[in-house]
């Protein structure tokens, strides 16, 4: 599987910005749909947003529409999540995950299946 590394997470008020990044550590394919997931403190993980080969397509959870923007650049295999209006309830690690097949639809269904390949996450605290 892919390796992925994400980075740019941090401590911030509510109100504040964050632009989160994922690199993959070898070479991947440009048709590999890309997504963020988040995982708040005791609760499961949960699907954020995801990008189509090209970025033509998106998709996000109702939660974040409006505040959150996902985007790749396929040259340096890397995928962002930028996050303004940040809310308290945004608290998690965020994790970055990628799969050669699925839709930017059926990529969010991907949490507790074995699809796919994972980041190890990255730390969002947002304060009130």
Not at 26 to 47: I, L, V
Not at 90 to 116: E, F, H, N, W
């Amino acid at each position: 599987q892919v390796q992925l590394v994400e980075s740019g997470g941090g401590l911030v008020q509510a109100g504040d910005s964050l632009r989160l990044s994922c690199t993959a550590s070898k070479h991947t394919d440009n048709t590999y749909t890309m997504a963020w997931f988040r995982q708040p403190p005791g609760k499961e993980r949960e699907f954020v947003a995801a990008i189509n080969w090209n970025g033509i397509s998106t998709y996000y959870v109702d939660s974040v529409k409006g505040r959150f923007t996902i985007s790749r650049d396929n040259a340096k295999n890397t995928v962002y999540l930028q996050m303004n209006s940040l809310k308290p309830d945004d608290t998690a690690i965020y994790y970055c995950a990628t799969d050669p097949q699925l839709s930017v639809i059926t990529i969010a269904k991907m949490v507790g299946t074995t699809r796919g390949s994972w980041g190890q996450g990255t730390q969002v605290t947002v304060s009130s």
